[in-house]
Structures are given as C-alpha cells and as structure tokens.
C-alpha cells in the first residue's frame, strides 16, 4: 500500500527552523523520486524542492533556494526539508509527494501524504 506521512511541523517564530520528514512505504521510496509542495490559504499549491530515486540529485524552485534543503535516508525510507530562516508567508500546509517524473507540476506526482502544518509568527 502507498503511503506518505509528514511530520515535523508546527509553530514557530520568524527566523527560526522546522525539518518536516516525510516517511514512505518501501516500495514507494525506491520506485519514486520525493518532492516536497505546500499550500497557503486561498493560494494555488507550489513546488518547493525534489530529489531523485537513484543519485539523489536536488531540483529547486529559486524562489526557496537557499533557506530550503531537501534530503533523502535511504535506510530510513525517509525524506526531509529543513527551513531555515523562516518568515510568516512561509505560512502554509505542507506536502511532501512521490512520483515516476521530478517536475514542479503537482499533477506529475501520483502519491500524496496528508500534509503538516507549518505556522511562522512575525
């Protein structure tokens, strides 16, 4: 059975660090590259970062890069994204995904966790 839950998220001052983890089921994590999304309240879902199933090569939208870093533990089928340097429009749900192509479009991954949510207080 696919399965994607996050972690890690919560409350947190601007300027502080959340590491929000994304645990798969096995087969889910070497079959498919991971992508970490979120969603603000009344704003579209956007592409934060990928990394692939076999080099575990990283795929940035340059509007995070930087503050964000995506990650991958093999042996604990597990994907991060640490943020760093947090601000309040960091606001949103986040979703980490699991998916066959490493794009920034939602609709190339075919899995989904439930999301976690990240709150940054100015």
């Known amino acids: 059975q696919v399965q994607l839950v996050e972690s890690g998220g919560g409350l947190v001052q601007a300027g502080g660090s959340l590491t929000l983890s994304c645990a798969a089921s096995?087969?889910?994590?070497?079959?498919?590259?991971m992508g970490w999304f979120r969603q603000a309240p009344g704003k579209e879902r956007e592409f934060i970062a990928g990394?692939?199933?076999?080099?575990?090569?990283?795929y940035y939208d340059d509007s995070e890069k930087g503050r964000f870093t995506i990650s991958r533990d093999n042996a604990k089928i597990t994907a991060y994204l640490q943020m760093r340097s947090l601000k309040p429009e960091d606001t949103a749900i986040y979703y980490c995904?699991?998916?066959?192509?490493?794009?920034?479009?939602?609709?190339?991954?075919?899995?989904w966790g439930q999301g976690t949510q990240v709150t940054v207080s100015s």
């Open positions: 995904a699991a998916g066959r192509l490493l794009t920034a479009r939602g609709t190339d991954y075919e899995y």
């Open positions: 096995r087969h889910t994590f070497r079959s498919n590259n």
């Open positions: 990394i692939t199933m076999s080099s575990g090569a990283t």
